[in-house]
């Protein structure tokens, strides 16, 4: 198993038998997103868990050395895509799954998480996962090295729910490219729950109010 990223933990409870692992954007870190933890009133104790993404050199920010998931090489992200940054990052994310579960969350109790960059690897890590998770929260993203997905997933992976929303005036990640993604889930057997704003590459409050009453329908199905 490969060494546990540095991250940030908190529990909204005691003993929390849920899990959300939430995954930052190119540039950020696991702080990015402690605030949602505040904003998001969910019916169980959740423990969330914001990993930081490694120091690497990013091309197409001229090799600047950020946190990033994998590297960016071209302005149309989907192109030339960096395959051997993202199946790290897939093995590093999927430590940390494991360490939950050795901590005695079951994985139909684990949701993944992430915007962008973070959300792009939470749904390549989550749809190969042969014991299906209990979602993937994907924000502002797509799904990475499309090609390879299909012959990648267990016949069980549909199982896995998945909620993705996007800006209809996202000049990172198009807004054509997020729903292409959705579509090809959605033709594989995915449940996906879409939902699209008038913003660009961010997060607003009516898209947390909608992550809050899908987050809690998750905690409320997995807790019976």
Known sequence: MSSI???????????????????????????????????????????????????RPVTINGGFVMRAWYDIAHPSIDAQQDAAGIYESQTAVEALIEQEMARGIAPGNIIL???????????????????????????????????TV???????????????????YDPIVPYALGTASRDMLLKLGYAVEWHEYGMQHSVCAEELRDIEAWLTKRCLRTAD
């Open 150 to 168: 299909a012959g990648a997933i267990p016949a069980n992976a549909g199982q896995t729910p998945v909620f993705m929303a996007h800006g209809l």
């Open 113 to 147: 998480a992430g915007f962008s960059q973070g959300g792009a690897i939470a749904l390549h890590t989550a749809l190969r996962r042969s014991v299906p998770l209990g979602g993937i929260l994907a924000l502002s993203t797509y799904v990475p090295l499309a090609d």
């Open 5 to 55: 990223l540095p991250h940030i933990a908190l529990e909204t409870g005691k003993q929390p038998q849920h899990c959300i692992i939430w995954l930052h954007g190119l540039g950020a870190d696991g702080q990015d997103f402690v605030p949602v933890a505040d904003e998001l009133s969910l019916p169980v104790p959740i423990r969330y868990i914001f990993p930081h993404a490694p120091q």
